[in-house]
């Protein structure tokens, strides 16, 4: 329960509409024991006295009744018709929904044709039709309100039962010989609760705003007994002479109303298991940094320099360690590949370097990234922004998901070119068909008036390109950018990664997980395993004689072309979750070498000459020294 509560008033808006809501019930629950004049007597002599009256906090209505007494209790009847027509549609609807879902076929046919009935009418004619039908009174009003919100659980529901009916535990309930029934409540009810839990959590503002709305119209609740809507019922022929007769019923509806709707989002949020991680819908502009020991105040070897970076993802009560102090650096000119298994840091590791790890739950915790003598992660956030594109560019793996699909690849380019330039649109198309011929692709003119969809994939990674050359950036990080490509297009975009390279002395930083493509593009590669360096040298000589035993298992796993016969290797094990890494090397449960003394402590990187490794026992190593 503290956990949850902590997810919702991470929201400020839902802890605010939380605030808000609980005083309110608070209030209207300890109605009956304040000193408050009876609320239906009416005293004509005293009729629309103003707020702050002797006696009347609120003033009066038209009747001489005391408008803060009837406020209290009408707000309580509110509350109470609201939340019952809340439970009753959401259990009518739920049960509509999870049998058609559950049973399909002709059942679900039937149900859900029915239900589409009742939903091509507008909601609040059909209200109107089944109080009129009824007849006036707050519970008819209640029933009213209810059946009209029954269909939209019933679809809610069935969708999500539906992509439950046919899952392994709901087949293996079957075969063991459970009903339906108790399929339908032991199983397939637990999973769906939450999803209602959320659906009653956003509506119940809208039902109590529907209740309001047939009482105003005089087919709620009947006089004396009042609700919000009959006060603002009663209370509309005095608007110009007495404002204050509709503003105080009207201010509470609207409290009210916000306040759920405000609390409902942030249910919502605190029940959805993608944002328990405390990842929000929208993440920080950059990601948060707090480092917890002094900054690194060593030499700058190259262009771009990472110097003992940890970056980490804070879930809940737990800490997992994706980036565990990672030292590298690429100079002008150069092409550093990082590889490694999914999940060893190479992707973190990068977008740690812009600020680009979603906070939260994202947070770096130690080391500094130096770009030119200048630390990135002491930068105010305006001055990373205006580093973003110009000085680091970053060509993501699937342009699909990172262009626009509503917006035409050329005008997504000049964006980019306007954002840091400021050059009219006309010169800032001019430079889109020079970046677009650049990066080799055909008839520029009509590719720049095309949306994403349009273009093929190699095509949509060749506008990555341009996008990321667009401001000659002096260093680009390419993460993965040929994974999704088939290997002619794969083959041009590397070539022509490495011609850009060359012409423009550009610095690229290499994510992949390819031997091949490092040893056709990568000038030193370095190998990242549950987020760290474990070795790191130039190309030939890492993939000649690899010294880390992952490495060269890593090598053994790339099959080979007119070599003759050879054993196709394979890694045992998987890696570590970096909540819960092992002692000493976290390689040693999957090692052939592993010895005690390899967890028995901190393994350091070790450095001879060109080459580094972290290993107790490398393969056929000189002496070692130890990396300071």
């Given at each position: 329960m503290s956990r949850f509560l902590?997810?919702?008033?991470?929201?400020?808006l839902a802890g605010l509409g939380a605030v808000v809501l609980g005083a309110i019930v608070l209030l209207v629950l300890i109605t009956p024991l304040l000193p408050l004049q009876p609320p239906n007597v009416t005293d004509t002599a005293n009729r629309f006295l103003p707020p702050f009256s002797e006696g009347h906090l609120l003033g009066t209505d038209h009747l001489g009744r005391d408008l803060l007494s009837r406020l209290l209790y009408g707000?309580?009847?509110?509350?109470?018709?609201?939340?019952?027509?809340a439970v009753i549609a959401a259990t009518l609807g739920s049960a509509i929904g999870i049998v058609a879902g559950f049973y399909g076929g002709r059942v679900d046919n039937v149900i859900m044709r029915g239900v589409d009935m009742l939903m091509a009418f507008p909601y609040i004619l059909l209200a109107l039709a089944i109080v009129a039908a009824l007849g006036?009174?707050?519970?008819?009003?209640?029933?009213?309100?209810?059946?009209?919100?029954?269909?939209?659980?019933?679809?809610?529901?069935?969708?999500?039962?539906?992509?439950?009916?046919?899952?392994?535990?709901?087949?293996?309930?079957?075969l063991a010989g459970m009903s339906n029934a108790r399929i339908i409540l032991v199983e397939v009810l637990p999973n769906v609760l939450p999803v209602i839990v959320i659906a009653m959590s956003t509506t119940v503002g809208w039902m109590i705003l529907e209740t309001a709305g047939l009482s105003f119209l005089g087919l709620g609740s009947q006089p004396p007994v009042a609700d919000l809507g009959s006060m603002l019922g009663e209370a509309r022929s005095a608007l110009i002479t007495n404002p204050h007769t509709s503003i105080v019923p009207g201010v509470m509806i609207f409290l009210i109303v916000m306040s759920v709707n405000l609390l409902g989002d942030g249910v919502r949020d605190a029940l959805d298991p993608r944002l328990r991680s405390g990842a929000l819908a929208r993440p920080k502009a950059v990601t948060d940094v707090r480092r917890e020991g002094a900054v690194p105040q060593t030499p700058q070897k190259g262009l771009l320099d990472l110097q003992e970076l940890q970056t980490q993802f804070h879930a809940g009560g737990r800490v997992f360690r994706a980036v565990g102090g990672v030292s590298l650096h690429v100079k002008p000119g150069e092409c550093l590949g990082i590889i490694g298994e999914s999940g060893s840091g190479k992707s973190v590791t990068a977008l740690s370097v812009m600020g680009l790890v979603a906070s939260p739950p994202g947070v770096i915790t130690g080391g500094a990234v130096r770009y030119d003598g200048t630390d990135l992660l002491s930068e105010p956030y305006e001055g990373l922004r205006r580093r973003r594109g110009r000085n680091v560019a970053y060509i993501f793996q699937d342009p699909q998901a990172t262009l626009h699909p509503l917006y035409r690849v050329g005008d997504q380019l000049s964006e980019a070119i306007l954002?840091?330039?400021?050059?009219?649109?006309?010169?800032?198309?001019?430079?889109?068909?020079?970046?677009?011929?650049?990066?080799?692709?055909?008839?520029?003119?009509?590719?720049?008036?095309?949306?994403?969809?349009?273009?093929?994939?190699?095509?949509?990674?060749?506008?990555?390109?341009?996008?990321?050359?667009?401001?000659?950036p002096d260093v680009i990080i390419a993460d993965e950018p040929t994974t999704a490509l088939d290997v002619t297009v794969q083959a041009q975009i590397l070539a022509l990664l490495d011609d850009l390279r060359r012409e423009r002395g550009l610095a690229i930083v290499f994510i992949t997980h390819d031997f091949g493509v490092v040893a056709q593009l990568c000038d030193r590669?370095?190998?990242?395993y549950a987020g760290r360096i474990v070795e790191e040298g130039r190309t030939d000589d890492v993939l000649a004689l690899p010294r880390h035993p992952y490495t060269s298992r890593l090598i053994d796993c790339v099959p080979e072309l007119g070599g003759g016969k050879r054993r196709l290797e394979a890694i045992p094990g998987l890696p570590p979750m970096v909540d819960d890494l092992p002692p000493g090397c976290a390689f040693a449960p999957r090692c052939h070498k592993a010895r005690a003394e390899c967890t028995a402590g901190e393994v350091d990187l070790g450095v001879t000459g060109d080459r580094a490794v972290r290993c107790l026992y490398p393969e056929d190593a000189p002496k070692r020294e130890v990396a300071e």
């Open positions: 902590k997810l919702l008033f991470r929201n400020r707000t309580r009847l509110s509350l109470a018709v609201g939340v019952a027509a006036p009174g707050l519970l008819n009003a209640l029933i009213a309100v209810a059946a009209v919100n029954v269909p939209f659980f019933a679809r809610n529901i069935r969708g999500v039962t539906v992509g439950l009916a046919h899952r392994e535990f709901v087949d293996a309930a079957r954002s840091h330039h400021a050059v009219s649109r006309a010169e800032a198309e001019k430079r889109c068909l020079e970046l677009m011929r650049a990066v080799r692709i055909p008839n520029p003119g009509s590719r720049m008036r095309a949306y994403p969809h349009e273009l093929s994939g190699g095509m949509r990674q060749r506008i990555g390109i341009a996008m990321a050359m667009a401001n000659d590669v370095a190998v990242m």
